[in-house]
Nanobody
Framework: QVQLVESGGGLVQSGGSLRLSCAAS????????MGWYRQAPGKQRELVAA???????NYADSVKGRFTISRDTAKNTVYLQMNSLKPEDTAVYYC?????????WGQGTQVTVSS
């Protein structure tokens, strides 16, 4: 089984920054690519960014140039650096495998951006 625990969310003003962390434990050898996803109220969960085992990345158009995904393999941790935050980035942020696995969803971390 895999456990993923997100942290680092909070309340920030528009234009501010946050760094999210995702700590992985369990049978993580099964996971190659990891992703950050988000779900805003009344909207479907969407992929924000993904990173492969070799370090390749891809981003949703809405966050390109503002967000950066990275991973520390030694710490089994994936990060999401979020800069120039906008009110529309307000959501619960989750990490999961990429593509996601239903059993891996955690509690997420709330990010709220005030205008």
């Amino acid at each position: 089984q895999v456990q993923l625990v997100e942290s680092g969310g909070g309340l920030v003003q528009s234009g501010g920054s946050l760094r999210l962390s995702c700590a992985a434990s369990g049978t993580i050898f099964r996971i190659n690519a990891m992703g950050w996803y988000r779900q805003a109220p009344g909207k479907q969960r969407e992929l924000v960014a993904a990173i492969t085992g070799s370090g390749g990345t891809n981003y949703a158009d809405s966050v390109k140039g503002r967000f950066t995904i990275s991973r520390d393999t030694a710490k089994n941790t994936v990060y999401l650096q979020m800069n120039s935050l906008k009110p529309e980035d307000t959501a619960v942020y989750y990490c999961n495998a990429y593509p996601y696995t239903i059993d891996y969803w955690g509690q997420g971390t709330q990010v709220t951006v005030s205008s």
